[in-house]
């Protein structure tokens, strides 16, 4: 049903649709766990013969409903939430990679997630290639082995603010049989559906613009329901022969297209417990209902905020794919036509000094870590999340030193221009 409906409903009412005499809103279940009254049903929820709830660190309403209306939002077949996006991030490989497997990885993603997959995952065994999401075909090729098992980039990349080619990127991870797997954290459903251009899997910080207040940190797995697991059955044993710990079940079998998520969920939500709270889920569902008209906001924002930067004489680079002439401005138009998202990266004159000199000169738009929230703010990598790297090592990282990010609200523009341009003059 909410299939055929429009992103904005989706947004206001998909997920939780209460019957006669429930309560019109999403009623926050803070329950760790849920009744019954024979021990022969509550054995039947844990052999997965029956759908119901028993503890919330597998299943919760209130996450269950949140997580619904991100799949619908996506067009996907079923969702499971995570306490964080770097837990989705984790959980998405891991639930089909494991000791001596390998995937492929855009390098242009944001570095949480670089460190999750270059440095953590190789300690359990998971090795990574990290490719330039711009380079030919045939040298992404060359990068998969016989053990790789996925292919992953970011829709837009934080801070970089690279734009994936998504088809391209399917059609590579189609044709080494195994599944696209997008961050679609900055241009959320609402600007670009990866699963439209071929994605399988499609990751969420909901942390970011979903939540949309900074309240709440989360995260989000959707899954197509389109790759077929059974297809690579060699590739994917763990989808596709039996899992000993529930008893001897098949998740391919048994759950046909909900089978990624159903692994998720029963195994790795089961044994690695990463739950959200239900109610950061309550929290993460307001925001949602405001998601398509906060985007919109976002994107002619920013568009007016970059159009002022690249005048100004001061300013030594902009980079926002929605101004003609920037390199990623044509695969912006083909994958998020109605614009991509409000963040923003620039260069001053004069470096890391006159960066770090603007930025305290501020007065509304705040310096802060996050990004993509309601309040405009910024951030100066270099000085901040990337500290400890040498400038050497921030161009390798794709962070120019004088990389000023800037996360445009959802305030009028007028006023967000006039503070950066006092900090300018300061
Ligand atoms: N993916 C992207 C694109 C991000 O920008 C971030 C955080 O900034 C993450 C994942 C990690 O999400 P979280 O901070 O919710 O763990």
New binding site residues.
Partial sequence: MTKQLKHETICVQAGWTPTKGEPRVLPIYQSTTFKYDTSEQMAKLFDLEEAGYFYTRLQNPTNDAVAAKIAALEGGVAAMLTS??????FYAIFNICQAGDHFVCSSA??G??FNLFGVTMKKLGIEVTFISPDAPEEEIDAAFRPNTKALFG?TI??PSMEILDIEKFARIAHKHGVPLIV?N??PTPINCRPFEWGADIV??????YMDGHATA???AIVDSGNFDWEAYADKFPGLTTPDESYHGLTYTRAFGKGAYITKATAQLMRDLGSIPSPQNSFLLNLGLETLHLRMVQHCKNAQQVAEYLEKQEKVAWVNFSGLPGNKYYDLAQKYMPKGTCGVISFGLKGGRDVSIRFMDSLQLVAIVTH??DARTCVLHPASHTHRQLSDEQLVEAGVRPDLIRLSVGIENAEDIIADIEQALNA
């Fill in positions: 964080s996006g770097q837990a989705a991030n993603i944001y949480g997630t970011e990349s934080n961050d954290t900055f990751v969420h910080s909901t942390t970011k940190v989360g995260g990004v993509a």
